[in-house]
């Protein structure tokens, strides 16, 4: 998994691409990014399926807020972490969120 940021100089947003290898993925035929940015809907952000099995999405993040949590639901089953999260914070149901930490 992996998380790129680009910080963009005419606003004030970062965009930030996400992407699932096909290896963390398995046989998932539809994966959401689910998190703070988009109020943990599970049906708001989907990612493209790659020819490759991969999976990819490029959100756009305020960097007037310094950090986001997310994860990924995998057929509207499984929930799985970012395995290159800049961190990890616990939540209500006792795992962990992925963080996306963004420079002010």
Known sequence: ??????????????????????????????????????DWKTDATPMKPLKN?????TIELSTEQSAYE????????????DWEADAYVPNVMTT???VIQLAN
């Open 53 to 57: 099995g991969d999976f990819t999405c």
């Open 1 to 38: 998994m992996s998380i790129k940021k680009q910080y963009l100089k005419s606003r004030p947003v970062c965009k930030v691409a996400l992407r699932v290898p096909k290896e963390a993925a398995g046989d998932s035929k539809i994966i959401h990014v689910v998190g703070d940015f988009n």
């Open 96 to 98: 962990e969120n992925s």
């Open 70 to 81: 997310f994860r990924y639901l995998l057929d509207q089953k499984e929930w799985d972490n």
